[in-house]
């Protein structure tokens, strides 16, 4: 079997019982044998501050190498006021600097957002979206994934409890994964 492709799962909210990193811990066991989601912190990096871009944090510097060494991106984000969290937005700047050095740079993407909310996110979802056409990232479009009504949607293991989300779940992965696939040969 080939080797699988890396995915930076990069999760946008640094609570201890997030929705969004339970549901990043599911679909990384839901995950095809084409891919290995792998999630990359971002709790730890500092603000980013332009005036080091020559010399930055040693911990934005290896957040960097790690989104530079995947094959792909799954954002995993809750929406706050109907935007994307600032520790998101931090995480996505850190590595889109200095200019022209961006880690981000032609990578596919995945965006899942998770909300307790009936809305799932769409906000969040679409403002990523945004910063991700500038970032030159290769977006799934469909299916979209905005996860509704997610605050009884976990089981005390983490899986998934609502059959039909599950299922949906699936399908996403499935279309992200011929996705990714397309989008490294394209590349290559
Ligand atoms: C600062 C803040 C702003 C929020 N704004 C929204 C919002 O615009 N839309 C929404 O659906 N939920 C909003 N929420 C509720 C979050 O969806 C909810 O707290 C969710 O559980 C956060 O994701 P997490 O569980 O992964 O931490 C907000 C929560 C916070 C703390």
């Known amino acids: 079997m ?12 640094l609570r201890k019982d997030s929705l969004n990193r339970k ?6 066991a839901m995950a095809p044998p084409s891919l290995s989601l792998e999630i990359v912190e971002i709790g730890q990096l500092p603000l980013y501050n332009q005036d080091d871009d020559a ?13 530079a060494a995947a094959d792909a991106v799954l954002f995993v984000t809750p929406e706050y006021n109907r935007s994307v969290p600032g520790v998101l937005k931090n995480a996505i700047d850190v590595a889109s600097r200095p200019y022209g050095k ?3 740079d032609g990578k596919p993407a995945g965006v899942i ?17 945004q910063s991700l056409v500038f970032l030159n ?17 976990f089981d005390e293991a983490g899986g998934v409890k609502k059959p039909d989300t599950k299922k949906f779940l699936d ?4 279309a992200f994964a011929a996705w990714v696939e397309r989008t ?3 590349r290559a």
């Open 2 to 13: 080939a080797t699988p492709r890396r995915v930076a799962v990069v999760v946008g909210s």
């Open 23 to 28: 549901m990043a811990k599911a679909i990384a």
């Open 55 to 67: 010399n930055p944090p040693a911990a934005s510097a290896a957040f960097k190498a790690k989104i």
């Open 102 to 104: 961006s880690a981000w």
């Open 113 to 129: 957002s998770v909300s307790p909310g009936a809305i799932g996110g769409f906000g969040a979802n679409h403002h990523l979206r």
């Open 137 to 153: 990232m290769p977006v799934l479009q469909q299916p979209e994934a905005y996860v509704g009504g997610a605050g009884d949607l």
């Open 171 to 174: 399908t996403f992965l499935a």
């Open 184 to 186: 490294a040969k394209a």
